[in-house]
T-cell receptor, first 114, second 115 residues
C-alpha cells in the first residue's frame, strides 16, 4: 500500500529544544514536501525537495531545516523551536510529472511548543 | 504569485441541504485543480480533481467543474450528510513557471452538518 509515514503524530516540547519530525514514503517518488496548517491560513509550504540532495525553500521556511540524503526520507528539523511554530505539519509526495494526481499526504504531526 | 481563495466559513447546514463552497484561483500556466477533505482528527484526502478546462471531477456525491473563463472550481453536493462534516480545501497545482509542481491551497472551509 502506498504510504507516507510521519512520526510522531503528537509532540509537545519546550522552546529551544531541537526536534526532528520524520517522514518516509514507499512510492519511490522523487518529489517530497512539508506543509504547515494553521486555522484560517490553509496549508503553506515550508520546504520541498525535487530529488536526493536537492532541497529548496517554500513560502514559510524560517526556523526550519530539511535534509534529503535518500529518496524515501525527508525529515523536518526545528533547531530552536518557538511557540509560533505550534502547528499541524504534513509531509507530502507526488510522482515526477504526475501533476494531475495531486499529492499524497501523511497523517500529520501536531506540534505544540510551550 | 499563484493563489486560491475559498468562501469563508464556517458553513453550517442541516442534513439533506444543498452545498456550494466557492473557490477561485489565480495562476499562470496550466493548473490542475483539486479538492481535499480533512475529517476531524485525520489527514488530508483527495476528494476530487480536474486537469483541464470543462472537466468535471466527482466523488462521494460531490462535484466540481473546472471553469477556465471564470478561474473557478466550486464544490457542490446536492444533499449533504452528517458524515460530510469536515474541512474542505481547494488547491491548484501548476505544471510550469516559478511554481513548478507546487500545490497551493486555499484557507479551508469548515463544514458542519446537523441531523
Amino acid at each position: 500500500e502506498a504510504q507516507v509515514t510521519q512520526n510522531p503524530r503528537y509532540l509537545i516540547t519546550v522552546t529551544g529544544k531541537k526536534l526532528t519530525v520524520t517522514c518516509s514514503q514507499n512510492m519511490n517518488h522523487e518529489y517530497m514536501s512539508w506543509y504547515r496548517q494553521d486555522p484560517g491560513l490553509g496549508l503553506r509550504q515550508i520546504y520541498y525537495s525535487m530529488n536526493v540532495e536537492v532541497t529548496d525553500k517554500g513560502d514559510v521556511p524560517e526556523g526550519y531545516k530539511v535534509s534529503r540524503k535518500e529518496k524515501r526520507n525527508f525529515p523536518l528539523i526545528l533547531e530552536s523551536p518557538s511557540p509560533n511554530q505550534t502547528s499541524l505539519y504534513f509531509c507530502a509526495t507526488r510522482g515526477q510529472g504526475a501533476f494531475g494526481y495531486g499529492y499524497t499526504f501523511g497523517s500529520g504531526t501536531r506540534l505544540t511548543v510551550v | 504569485g499563484d493563489s486560491v481563495t475559498q468562501m469563508e466559513g464556517p458553513v453550517t447546514l442541516s442534513e439533506e441541504a444543498c452545498l456550494t463552497i466557492n473557490c477561485t484561483y489565480t495562476a499562470t500556466g496550466y493548473p490542475s485543480l483539486f479538492w481535499y477533505v480533512q475529517y476531524p482528527g485525520e489527514g488530508l484526502q483527495l476528494l476530487l480533481k480536474a486537469t483541464k478546462a470543462d472537466d468535471k471531477g466527482s466523488n462521494k456525491g460531490f462535484e466540481a467543474t473546472y471553469r477556465k473563463e471564470t478561474t473557478s472550481f466550486h464544490l457542490e453536493k446536492g444533499s449533504v450528510q452528517v458524515s460530510d462534516s469536515a474541512v474542505y480545501f481547494c488547491a491548484v497545482l501548476i505544471a510550469g513557471g516559478t511554481s513548478y509542481g507546487k500545490l497551493t491551497f486555499g484557507q479551508g472551509t469548515i463544514l458542519t452538518v446537523h441531523p
